[in-house]
């Protein structure tokens, strides 16, 4: 069947650009006809019925991809593990598993990957790719690794002390403890709270819609009967369907509550902390400031406050750094399966926020900079189609709520908001009110001047460059020649040549050219990524920064002090994070190296204790333990603004709270006339909206008879305000009865539920 596939590929080979030409056509010349010959309502109607299947398809296949690169992703935490030798006899590579000559078993240093001789998975060990420490102990070939006699019965391996466990998995104990840490302060410090009134409210009813419905719509009249949800009337949303989505499946599996909405903001923001992580150690091979930016990110006081919420920048933030990873990732390996999966998340990152598309301009300019060869291969031109067949949807929900006034009149994108906005939104970072300098300052050393990936363990100085070493007999060389750190080392056509006595004939001389021109292709991803690495990345991550903190100073509402849209910045943070991580390290090393000015007599790097292998010199810790204070004193300030509720829109957050009250003095079968029918409908609340008393009166009349009159009215925030919405009240004073079920007061605000009745019909009442 492969052979089969094979011949077919190198029979069709001329015609397949043809091919990709052609459906990139199709799929261009069919959005051109949906921009210019269908009205934006019936693209709205399409959206609005479609859109959840679309999304649902492209994440089901993001998990495949996710399960088609659990290999990697499980090596990569395992690379985390420290290679300790431990008592004679018990470990030398960081293997405590003794194995008998000539068995053709070996497993890679300091990883845990095990590895069978012929397999064609090659391991770290013999690879050339050096362990985590970086010394020669990992680098020497795979049958030197792991030394044995041969004694019948073979002895069983002594177990390692306590002590030298913990430091073999320290790395990952300490990565375990930042999020659990994490974890206790998004959950419990942050105080769990709406803080976008009504929006999060909309953004849970729409989840409620596509859980239910298929229908990603907020509601403005649906009612329950016994339990089963009917929306009647639904209104497409303006705001992309991305966040909402990830809401319903959360409804799907536990049920309809907002609780579930805040549960979910709190693991994105955990796993933020993972992606920040794993980004930085992409980029520098090493741990230190790959934890040093993962805790960086969860510090930021604004990522805790809104990750305790239902707002949806949480996801586009996390969204954005996972885009990012992926495409290092595959620039990296060059593997298909990591194509595959970056093509499918970039347009599930695009539906989290409007300004969330900017990710995808991103990752085109990163690989243009970096590695623009990959634009010639078939592979990416083809698994390009699936990332611009899930992208349309995004760029038809652009287009269809193009014209919305999104809450105000007037222009929303103009140079005349700049100045008003950059005023605000520059110092945000410098003026160490609402955001640490010290993490700013951080990101900034970040950018001073190119960084390379270190060899010989964290101690290794800053100019330092991996080699790339010879492959050993029979495995190829790793696609850059990193440390063991790395956690993704193989490229694209890696796999071991076919050895004596398998794959004879036509079959192993397709083999053989194969994996000769995917080695090329890999050569040439090490050469551009080297760029990656040593001068083109820190200017990216300054543009990555730069689009999502830029895009907002032209928006009219783009200002952190414009109510509650500091959370815009949300997008910004992890960019600046993965600098503030490189320059942790990069202060990490200058103040290592003023050990040389020490008197005379005192040394500033003592020998290792036995047993280490000399990997890590102590004299990383005191530097490293020094940043780190300064970091968690700088934090511990900004602990007051995480716990604050504020009084950022106290009013609707006590009718909010009020609302709750309210309905439980009322039958469960009944409807309520709102100006926010989807914050109750959200608690399985049969709602309307508050027009519908005015323009709809038929409507409320058998409205009543079908709920033997229990029909209320919600005397909310709005009536309190100006404008159409408090004449809406007094209108709905003067054409009805009210009788009065609960009400409340906060400072001038009234709150109240009242049962109404048509004037003139008091004698109808039940």
């Known amino acids: 069947?492969?052979?089969?596939?094979?011949?077919?590929?190198?029979?069709?080979?001329?015609?397949?650009?043809?091919?990709?030409?052609?459906?990139?056509?199709?799929?261009?010349?069919?959005?051109?006809?949906?921009?210019?010959?269908?009205?934006?309502?019936?693209?709205?109607?399409?959206?609005?019925?479609?859109?959840?299947?679309?999304?649902?398809?492209?994440?089901?296949?993001?998990?495949?991809?996710?399960?088609?690169?659990?290999?990697?992703?499980?090596?990569?935490?395992?690379?985390?593990?420290?290679?300790?030798?431990?008592?004679?006899?018990?470990?030398?590579?960081?293997?405590?598993?003794?194995?008998?000559?000539?068995?053709?078993?070996?497993?890679?240093?300091?990883?845990?990957?095990?590895?069978?001789?012929?397999?064609?998975?090659?391991?770290?060990?013999?690879?050339?790719?050096?362990?985590?420490?970086?010394?020669?102990?990992?680098?020497?070939?795979a049958a030197a690794a792991v030394s044995f006699p041969l004694p019948l019965p073979l002895p069983l391996p002594l177990p390692l002390p306590l002590p030298l466990r913990l430091r073999r998995y320290r790395r990952l104990l300490i990565l375990a403890a930042l999020l659990a840490v994490a974890a206790v302060l998004v959950t419990s410090v942050?105080?769990?709270?709406?803080?976008?009134?009504?929006?999060?409210?909309?953004?849970?009813?729409?989840?409620?819609?596509?859980?239910?419905?298929?229908?990603?719509?907020?509601?403005?009249?649906?009612?329950?009967?016994?339990?089963?949800?009917?929306?009647h009337w639904v209104v497409y949303n303006k705001e992309p369907a991305g966040w909402p989505f990830l809401v319903s499946m959360a409804f799907q599996l536990g049920g309809v509550d907002e609780e579930y909405g805040f549960r979910m903001n709190n693991l994105l923001y955990l796993g933020g902390i993972l992606i920040c992580f794993w980004i930085v150690h992409i980029i520098t091979g090493r741990f230190f400031p790959a934890i040093m930016g993962g805790l960086l990110w969860a510090a930021i006081p604004h990522n805790l406050v809104w990750s305790n919420t239902m707002a949806a920048e949480p996801a586009a933030a996390f969204f954005g750094g996972l885009t990012v990873l992926c495409l290092l990732v595959y620039l990296q390996t060059g593997k298909w399966r990591h194509l595959f999966l970056f093509c499918l998340v970039v347009p599930l990152a695009c539906q989290m926020r409007p300004e969330s598309g900017l990710i995808g301009v991103w990752a085109f300019a990163?690989?243009?900079?970096?590695?623009?060869?990959?634009?010639?291969?078939?592979?990416?031109?083809?698994?390009?189609?699936?990332?611009?067949?899930?992208?349309?949807?995004?760029?038809?929900h652009i287009h269809a709520v193009s014209g919305e006034s999104w809450g105000a009149e007037g222009v929303k994108f103009s140079l005349e908001f700049f100045r008003k906005n950059i005023l605000v939104n520059g110092p945000y970072y410098l003026d160490n009110k609402l955001f640490p300098a010290v993490f700013t300052i951080l990101a900034v050393l970040g950018l001073a001047g190119p960084y390379r990936r270190r060899e010989g363990g964290e101690d290794a100085p800053a100019g330092a460059s991996l080699p790339v070493a010879a492959p050993a007999a029979g495995r190829p060389a790793a696609?850059?020649?990193?440390?063991?750190?790395?956690?993704?080392?193989?490229?694209?056509?890696?796999?071991?040549?076919?050895?004596?006595?398998?794959?004879?004939?036509?079959?192993?001389?397709?083999?053989?050219?194969?994996?000769?021109?995917?080695?090329?292709?890999?050569?040439?991803?090490?050469?551009?990524?080297?760029?990656?690495?040593?001068?083109?990345?820190?200017?990216?991550?300054?543009?990555?920064?730069?689009?999502?903190?830029?895009?907002?100073?032209?928006?009219?509402?783009?200002?952190?002090?414009?109510?509650?849209?500091?959370?815009?910045?949300?997008?910004?943070?992890?960019?600046?994070?993965?600098?503030?991580?490189?320059?942790?390290?990069?202060?990490?090393?200058?103040?290592?190296?003023?050990?040389?000015?020490?008197?005379?007599?005192?040394?500033?790097?003592?020998?290792p204790p036995a047993g280490t292998g000399g990997a890590v010199r102590p004299s990383f810790w005191p530097a490293a333990g020094l940043i780190v204070v300064i970091v968690v004193t700088s934090w511990l300030p900004f602990l007051p603004l995480v716990r604050l509720v504020s009084q950022e829109a106290w009013g609707a957050r006590y009718d909010h709270a009020y609302a709750r009250q309210f309905l439980d003095k009322i039958p469960r079968r009944s409807v309520v006339l709102t100006h926010i029918p989807t914050m109750l409908l959200l608690w399985q609340q049969g709602a309307i909206q508050t027009f519908a008393g005015i323009n709809n009166p038929e409507l409320i009349a058998e409205l009543r008879k079908r709920y033997d009159g229990h029909v209320y009215f919600h005397y909310n925030y709005w009536c309190s305000?100006?404008?159409?919405?408090?004449?809406?009240?007094?209108?709905?004073?003067?054409?009805?009865?009210?009788?009065?079920?609960?009400?409340?007061?906060?400072?001038?605000?009234?709150?109240?539920?009242?049962?109404?009745?048509?004037?003139?019909?008091?004698?109808?009442?039940?």
């Open 721 to 766: 305000t100006g404008g159409h919405h408090k004449d809406l009240c007094a209108m709905m004073r003067e054409r009805y009865d009210w009788e009065e079920v609960a009400t409340a007061r906060e400072q001038n605000i009234s709150y109240g539920l009242y049962r109404i009745t048509p004037r003139g019909t008091a004698g109808d009442r039940k």
């Open 1 to 141: 069947m492969k052979t089969s596939l094979r011949k077919f590929t190198v029979t069709a080979g001329p015609f397949i650009p043809l091919l990709i030409a052609a459906s990139y056509c199709l799929l261009i010349g069919g959005a051109v006809y949906a921009f210019d010959y269908l009205p934006r309502e019936r693209i709205r109607d399409f959206l609005l019925h479609h859109i959840t299947w679309i999304l649902r398809l492209n994440f089901f296949l993001l998990l495949c991809g996710v399960v088609a690169c659990g290999r990697d992703i499980a090596a990569a935490f395992r690379g985390l593990i420290v290679p300790v030798a431990g008592r004679e006899g018990t470990e030398t590579a960081g293997v405590g598993v003794p194995e008998a000559a000539g068995a053709g078993v070996s497993e890679a240093a300091g990883s845990g990957v095990p590895e069978t001789a012929g397999s064609g998975v090659p391991g770290a060990a013999g690879a050339g790719v050096p362990g985590p420490s970086g010394g020669q102990e990992a680098s020497r070939p």
């Open 479 to 607: 696609i850059h020649g990193t440390d063991g750190q790395t956690p993704f080392t193989r490229g694209e056509g890696t796999e071991t040549l076919p050895e004596g006595g398998r794959g004879a004939g036509s079959e192993a001389a397709d083999n053989r050219r194969e994996t000769a021109d995917n080695r090329r292709e890999a050569a040439g991803i090490r050469r551009e990524a080297a760029g990656i690495r040593r001068f083109a990345l820190p200017g990216l991550l300054l543009l990555w920064f730069v689009m999502f903190w830029g895009i907002f100073l032209f928006f009219y509402a783009g200002s952190y002090r414009y109510g509650a849209d500091v959370r815009f910045a949300l997008v910004s943070f992890t960019p600046l994070a993965v600098l503030a991580g490189m320059g942790a390290d990069r202060l990490r090393g200058w103040l290592a190296g003023l050990g040389k000015y020490l008197p005379a007599g005192v040394p500033s790097a003592p020998s």
């Open 190 to 231: 942050a105080p769990r709270v709406h803080r976008i009134y009504y929006d999060e409210d909309i953004y849970g009813n729409v989840a409620q819609g596509m859980a239910l419905k298929g229908q990603a719509a907020m509601c403005n009249y649906g009612t329950f009967e016994y339990d089963e949800y009917y929306p």
């Open 366 to 396: 990163a690989v243009l900079v970096t590695a623009p060869h990959v634009l010639a291969r078939r592979s990416v031109w083809a698994t390009g189609l699936l990332a611009l067949l899930f992208l349309l949807p995004v760029f038809l």
